[in-house]
């Protein structure tokens, strides 16, 4: 039943955190960039909700992006607060997700394991 209350917590969340960076999050720094929330790993006690995020752009801005995020986190759980019935609201922890990348990296490692495998 927690697994459930907790999933649910993520995913409203989550909806909610990429809505305010998409539409409420007035910075320079984030104009033209394509900002993914990936997930919402909330602690049990709501005492901190880690957010990870992937950024789709030209060039490797993850890291910035999430400085600034960090840096609005307040902003973004005032906001919060507000689109989110909760008696205790997390504090915020952005992280880079790299699970694409590392997703990418291992179906190339395989593609040529198995072409190294056709050819030998």
Not at 46 to 69: N, Y
Request: aromatic share 4%; proline share 2%; hydrophobic share 40%.
């Amino acid at each position: 039943m927690a697994n459930i209350r907790m999933s649910r917590i993520n995913s409203e969340l989550q909806k909610a955190i990429a809505e305010i960076i998409s539409n409420r999050l007035n910075n320079p720094d984030l104009d033209g960039l394509i900002i993914s929330v990936t997930f919402v790993e909330t602690a049990p006690d709501l005492s901190v909700a880690k957010v990870g995020i992937s950024v789709l752009s030209a060039s490797d801005t993850e890291e910035l992006v999430v400085a600034t995020l960090n840096h609005a986190k307040n902003f973004i759980r005032h906001e919060l607060m507000h689109m989110v019935r909760l008696k205790t609201m997390p504090e915020l922890e952005f992280e880079v997700d790299n699970s694409y990348e590392r997703g990418q990296k291992l179906l190339k490692l395989i593609d040529k394991v198995s072409n190294g495998d056709k050819n030998g």
